[in-house]
């Protein structure tokens, strides 16, 4: 406890009461120790004679000593009293001191744990963004080697149809002038061609009646030889049927197509069978002739 005068040191505490008891306590304090300084500065023997107080000599036998003790007494009793209080209340602050210190240290140590858990809770979300973060990073590079991947392909690509393309256009400047050539040939052909169906449909409608006289049970039978050897003789005479080779087909159907189709049968497209599949293979055949008679005055020329 501070003494003298130099002024005691005043602590601060958190409960409103006691800090007004403790500012009281502190200047009754302050007062007995001015009063107690006083007191030491009026019988100070090194002081001048006219600064100290004299005995009355003429009461009480000149026995002086009983005024000056008189004020120590209770000046000492005041100091006993405050440095009683001044304990108690050292007792006071030192105890809520520790209360302060407890609830402070209490509370950083709450803060500092909510602080590591925020702050392990941002780490892991910073890995796992980092995770993504690369993740897309490798995505986006395998996009992007791709992409440049299939434009170095489509670069060759267009390299190769450019060249194919610049082929096609030689070959159709060098095929150019037998497009007349063969424009002209098949003109020629198609001219052939329409005389060979011509004949056919004659041929085919001559068959025709020729199945239903032998399907007849009525027509006489010379009727449909009379009819039969008409047919080979124009198979072997005109240059068309010449060129089918429908002469051999001719005497195939004479032999082997003997299909009717009724006794009463009116439609003489119903009758036979052998003789219409010969049809359909001399027009087939009709259009191919036609096709190698262009191909072959073209490679002449």
Not at 105 to 124: C, G, M, P, T, W
Not at 192 to 216: F, N, P, T
Request: aromatic fraction near 8%; hydrophobic fraction near 35%; charge should be positive.
């Amino acid at each position: 406890m501070p003494r003298g005068n130099s002024p005691a040191k005043r602590i601060p505490l958190f409960h409103g009461n006691r800090e007004e008891e403790w500012m009281e306590g502190d200047m009754m304090e302050r007062r007995g120790v001015k009063v107690i300084e006083m007191y030491i500065s009026m019988n100070n023997l090194n002081d001048p004679p006219n600064w100290n107080i004299r005995p009355n000599s003429r009461a009480d036998g000149g026995d002086g000593s009983k005024w000056n003790y008189a004020l120590l007494v209770p000046m000492l009793g005041l100091a006993a009293f405050r440095w009683i209080w001044s304990r108690e209340s050292q007792k006071e602050i030192e105890k809520e001191r520790q209360v302060y210190h407890q609830r402070t240290a209490a509370f950083q140590r709450d803060l500092e744990a909510k602080y590591h858990a925020v702050i392990s809770e941002n780490r892991r979300a910073v890995a796992q963004l980092s995770l993504e973060l690369e993740k897309e990073q490798n995505r986006t590079t395998s996009y992007r080697e791709a992409l440049i991947s299939q434009g170095r392909k489509l670069v060759e690509e267009k390299k190769l149809l450019e060249q194919e393309r610049a082929q096609v256009m030689q070959e159709k400047s060098q095929l150019q002038p037998l497009r007349s050539v063969y424009l002209s040939c098949l003109e020629e052909q198609e001219n052939w061609e329409r005389r060979a169906r011509l004949m056919l449909k004659e041929v085919g409608e001559a068959l025709a009646e020729r199945q239903s006289i032998y399907c007849s049970l009525v027509l006489p039978r010379h009727t449909r030889l009379e009819l039969e050897k008409n047919l080979l003789v124009r198979a072997s005479v005109d240059p068309v049927a010449a060129d089918l080779e429908m002469t051999a087909g001719l005497t195939d159907i004479f032999k082997h197509d003997t299909y009717c189709s009724g006794i009463w049968n009116t439609n003489k497209r119903q009758n036979g069978r052998l003789m219409w599949l010969y049809l359909k293979y001399w027009e087939l055949v009709v259009e191919l002739k036609k096709f190698k008679r262009v191909e072959k005055v073209i490679l002449q020329k």
